[in-house]
């Protein structure tokens, strides 16, 4: 079946610091790539949508500033965090879509981060 | 707007019965998925209706109506290992997904 893994699975870092995660479709090629947060006991929210080749769209309230998004090939797309503060501290989770598969994600394992 | 609703927690014992609700509000609808999380773990994928109706995959069953916005998950012979949050989410017509709060289902001997 499709693979999706990210590194790391999780970090600890300092506030200020950058902090990059990776997400990679292992056996499958992604034309999409999908970035999510998770706060402890609530779902997930989209944070934005990466496309191989072109610009993240980000939903409305993510910094993209901030959040920084590279899909440079079809199996990996990175998510950067920037000058990282507590509150960023949550679950990254990535996914990944075929092209032609469109109501079809999978997941990666999540980055636990946590900055202190 | 869009919006899920199911409940936030359940509580049900080993070898029952337990169904959980989602109802759904979405612009335009391509399909309702069940995932199931575990503390600490990614979703995993469980189920996927599109059309109204039924699907049984061992255990779980999904059932889909699109006329009342609502579904739901079906878990028989409930395990221990089937404690987890089960999150309902809808796709919307640009192939998003609408995530629910999710439900926590807790398995008691």
């Known amino acids: 079946g499709a693979v999706v893994s990210q590194h790391p699975s999780r970090v600890i870092c300092k506030s200020g610091t950058s902090v990059k995660i990776e997400c990679r479709s292992l056996?499958?090629?992604?034309?999409?790539m999908f970035w999510y947060r998770q706060f402890p006991k609530k779902s997930l929210m989209l944070m934005a949508t990466?496309?191989?080749?072109?610009?993240?769209?980000?939903e409305q309230g993510v910094e993209k500033d901030k959040f920084l998004i590279n899909h440079a090939s079809l199996t990996l797309s990175t998510l950067t965090v920037t000058s990282a503060h507590p509150e960023d501290s949550s679950f990254y989770i990535c996914?990944?879509?075929?092209?032609?598969?469109?109501?079809?994600?999978?997941f990666g394992p999540g980055t636990r981060l946590l900055v202190l | 707007g869009q919006n899920i609703d199911q409940p936030t927690e359940m509580t049900a014992t080993e070898g029952a019965i337990v169904q959980i609700n989602c109802t759904y509000q979405?612009?335009?609808?391509?399909?309702l998925f069940w995932y199931q999380q575990h503390a600490g773990e990614a979703p995993t994928f469980l189920s996927y209706?599109?059309l109204d109706g039924l699907e049984e995959k061992g255990r779980f069953s999904s059932f889909l109506s699109r006329s009342k916005g609502y579904s739901y998950l079906l878990l028989k012979e409930l395990q221990m290992k089937d404690s987890a949050s089960y999150l309902c989410?809808?796709?919307?017509?640009?192939?998003?997904?609408?995530w629910g709060a999710g439900t926590k289902l807790i398995i008691k001997p």
């Open positions: 056996d499958f090629q992604a034309t999409t």
């Open positions: 989410a809808a796709m919307d017509s640009n192939y998003q997904l609408i």
């Open positions: 990466s496309n191989e080749g072109s610009k993240a769209t980000y």
């Open positions: 996914s990944a879509r075929l092209a032609g598969e469109m109501e079809t994600q999978y």
């Open positions: 209706n599109v």
């Open positions: 979405t612009s335009g609808f391509n399909g």
